[in-house]
Nanobody, 124 residues
Framework: VQLQASGGGLVQAGGSLRLSCTAS????????VGWFCQAPGKEREFVAA???????YYADSKKGRFTISRDNAKNTVYLQMDMLKPEDTAVYYC???????????????????WGQGTLVTVSS
């Protein structure tokens, strides 16, 4: 599956953005999809994930502010980001894999398919 991430941009602290991850192929509904972010000089870290069933997972730092959802008819997973903070500034990547188990859903190594990343900049 090929992934295309979009929706990044510049926003003031407290603002909102919605990222989209659109996939090619007809079997997207069978994939677990995750969002990860990487700030300059830092390692890539988990943001959120959604399973085939719709079950969702969030990093503690994003819980209550970010919402992940999927529209299988459009082959798209969304990441709604509200109450953005300057520390949310990073390149955001979406990733997908059919075989991610619950205990590894937050690990970037569990995903074989990655999009190109979209930059989110939050100004103070």
């Amino acid at each position: 599956v090929q992934l295309q991430a979009s929706g990044g941009g510049l926003v003031q602290a407290g603002g909102s953005l919605r990222l989209s991850c659109t996939a090619s192929g007809r079997t997207f509904r069978s994939y677990v999809v995750g969002w990860f972010c990487q700030a300059p000089g830092k390692e890539r870290e988990f943001v959120a994930a959604i399973r085939q069933s719709g079950a969702t997972y969030y990093a503690d730092s994003k819980k209550g502010r970010f919402t992940i959802s999927r529209d299988n008819a459009k082959n798209t997973v969304y990441l709604q980001m509200d109450m953005l903070k300057p520390e949310d500034t990073a390149v955001y990547y979406c990733a997908a894999d059919q075989s991610v188990i619950v205990t590894t859903v937050t690990s970037s190594q569990a995903y074989d398919n990655w999009g190109q990343g979209t930059l989110v900049t939050v100004s103070s």
